[in-house]
């Protein structure tokens, strides 16, 4: 655990790794700097979001002034502010004994500094742990002893606002997520016995009749029962154009109703709706660091005690072996001075705070335009992928294939379909009705609309052949369906039969071939149309420098035909599951991470062997939701050229505040050496930092 820890903005520091003895996790009863909490509730910084919550959530200056009110240690600094203030004034004005004006100062400041003494002094105890309240303790209890009680305490009291700053800025960053996505309504109007009753969202169970009447935020998901509308899901995706819903179709909590009322049956549980869930990821991300992150903390570690050690080298060995002085004398400074204006500067804040605000500011902006990031170590890929891989059935096309031909080997009339060729899409449709693959979804769809769905009981025992077909028992007879590649091995078929299917190929459509079990019996082909923008957005990551790569399990002429109409130039057809996984290995190399975008059914081992698994699945997809990297909720790829600029800035920011802190800390390091800054100063210099880079960080949140 690192540095400022028992500082408001702490849950950073303590409240993750739990493989480092984390407070927080493994620990539930310390706090991050050790305490006991039933010792030292309001100092510690896992509660951020208990007392403090509520002001943060305000903002503004009364809700700072509030979030000050609220924690020990600020209220303790803001009374030694007031101490040292009567003291500067009453010294000023009257004709006071000098004893009494440094004690008044020495009292100012040890209340101030009491709770930071403390946490820094149980964090080196319990955890053996050098921070910066041990720091600035030891600076302060310095100051006192070479007389420099004002600055001192200017110093502590500086400190102790720096960090609550720190907190409340966090707060709100972390805050700004919540604010924009509760728009569930916390009450619904409940259906029963023909009357209508207002009822609180969490008594409501699955399957209960609701009323959303039209303008009306949409409490819980649910499904359409009758009614028709447009729902802004913009709450949820970014997509600010209305969807239009009719009986049938999914709506989601915390999105708003449109002109005509519904009436919904609920499907989910107000604590498992797609925006609770979303919320509740969004904040585990939040926690889950980013590897600069790490990187700063492990820093922080080494470099705390390091620059202790130095501090004394710096009072001590100019004074006792070149014979400088110790202490102050005329003009020239004394090194224990120097000493401990080092102290004073070593103190981390600005740099430890930097990447964490940047981070979560960009991952909640990123879930406001609809784009889930699972955490920063994702945020930080996007901006470092120069491969993006994309599956195409479902992902660059639009997922709604629709049968252009039908061929059975006992067609009878091949004008019209024939009776023959049905029985070869009812015979296919009894085994689809068992599989999810789209494909499967719009033969069992057409099926049902040729009024064919019961010629055959549905298939049982199904299984899928990943990235080749579908089995399953009809009637007892093993029933295949699959690909051209899967037939021509195992179940011979006429030569005439290839023809006809290469044609189909070559119009870029999907062949699925039919096996009854003793011969095979005929094929449908599927036609499916490359979404909606994309062009635009592959054309787009191009122009940001990308490479696209196209992996499917569809054959060579229906890949490229999607392909070239959406603009990938690079196509690995014919492909199953584990040989897309092969694929993204052979991508991929040290410093050319590829991102493999998939709809996570057949595309799993890829999605997670690839740096980066993005899941366009939206915010219906469940699997998406838990497996992915990175969820594109509005279900649209134009969301990705979005999300890798913000990586990028994400990155860059990162990188120029790591930058700034670093450039000030050396030169401040070079003055306080040469007795060229004041303690005040250098605790100004670093509260003033801190400032710029949480600021700079939190520009992200208005990312467009
Ligand atoms: P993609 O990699 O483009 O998402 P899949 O791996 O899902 O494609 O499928 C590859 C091929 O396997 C399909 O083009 C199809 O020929 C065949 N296939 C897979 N599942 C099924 C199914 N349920 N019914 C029929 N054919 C299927
Ligand atoms: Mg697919």
Known sequence: MSESCCGPEVTLDCCESASQAGCCDAAPQLDCCGNQRSEAPQADCCDQEGGDAESVQRGGLTG?????????????????????????????????????????????????????????????????????????????????????????????????????LEGYTMGRTRASLRSLMTLAPP?????????????????????????????????????VLDGHSDINQASL?????????????????????GVGGLRLRVTRLAQDSAISRIIRLVEQAQETRARSWRTIDRFARVYTPLAA????????????????????????????????????????????????????????????????????????????????????????????????????LDCT?????????????????????????????????????????????????????????????????????????????EHPHPQAMCDMIAESEA????????????????????????????????????????????????????AGVIAAMVGVRDVRAGLLPEDKLDAIRSLESPGQPVAMVGDGINDTPALSAASLGIAPGGIGSDQALENADVVLMADDLQQLPFAIRLGRRALSTIRNNIALSLAMKATFLVLAVTGGVSLWAAIFADVGMTLVVTLNGMRLLRAR
């Open 64 to 164: 700072f002034a509030d979030y000050l009110l609220a924690r020990r240690e600020t209220r303790l600094a803001l009374l030694g502010a007031a101490g040292v203030t009567l003291t500067l004034l009453a010294s000023l004005t009257l004709q006071l004994p000098v004893l009494v004006i440094y004690a008044a100062y020495t009292l100012a400041l040890l209340i101030a500094l009491w709770p930071i003494a403390r946490s820094g002094l149980n964090a080196l105890r319990s955890r053996r742990a050098f921070n910066i309240n041990l720091l600035m303790t030891i600076a302060a209890l310095g100051a006192i002893a070479i007389g420099e009680f004002l600055e001192g305490a200017v110093v502590v009291i500086l400190f102790a606002l720096g960090e609550a």
């Open 187 to 223: 009450q619904a109007l409940r259906l029963r016995d023909g009357g209508e009753e207002l009822v609180p969202v969490a008594e409501l169970q699955i399957d209960d009749r609701i009323l959303v009447r039209a303008g009306d935020g949409i409490p819980l998901d649910g499904v």
């Open 237 to 257: 995706t970014g997509e600010s154009l209305p969807r239009t819903v009719g009986p049938g179709d999914e709506v989601y909590a915390g999105t708003v109703n």
């Open 309 to 408: 050690l130095m501090a004394l080298l710096v009072a001590t060995v100019p004074p006792l072996f070149l014979g400088q002085p110790f202490l102050n004398e005329g003009d020239s400074v004394g090194w224990v001075y120097r000493g401990l204006a080092l102290l004073v500067i070593a103190c981390p804040c600005a740099l430890v705070i930097s990447t964490p605000v940047t981070v979560i500011s960009a991952i909640n902006a990123a879930a406001r335009r609809g784009v889930l990031i699972k955490g920063g170590i994702h945020l930080e890929m996007l901006g470092r992928i120069r491969t993006i891989a994309f599956d195409k059935t479902g992902t660059l096309t639009a997922n709604r294939p629709g049968i252009a031909d039908l061929y059975s």
């Open 413 to 489: 009339d091949r004008e019209v379909i024939c009776a023959e060729c049905e029985d070869v899409l009812a015979l296919a449709a009894a085994v689809e009705r068992g599989s999810s693959h789209p494909l499967a979804r719009a033969i069992s769809a057409d099926a049902g609309a040729r009024n064919l769905g019961d010629r055959y009981a549905t298939a049982t025992r199904v299984t899928a052949l990943a990235g080749r077909g579908v089995q399953g028992y009809v009637d007892e007879q093993l029933v295949t369906l699959g690909s051209h590649l899967l037939f021509e091995n």
């Open 507 to 558: 119009r870029g459509e999907t062949a699925v071939l039919l096996c009854d079990g003793e011969r095979v019996r005929g094929y449908i082909s599927l036609a499916d149309q490359p979404r909606e923008n994309a062009r635009e957005a592959i054309d787009a990551l191009h122009a940001q420098g990308l490479r696209s790569v196209m992996l499917t399990g569809d054959n060579p002429q229906a």
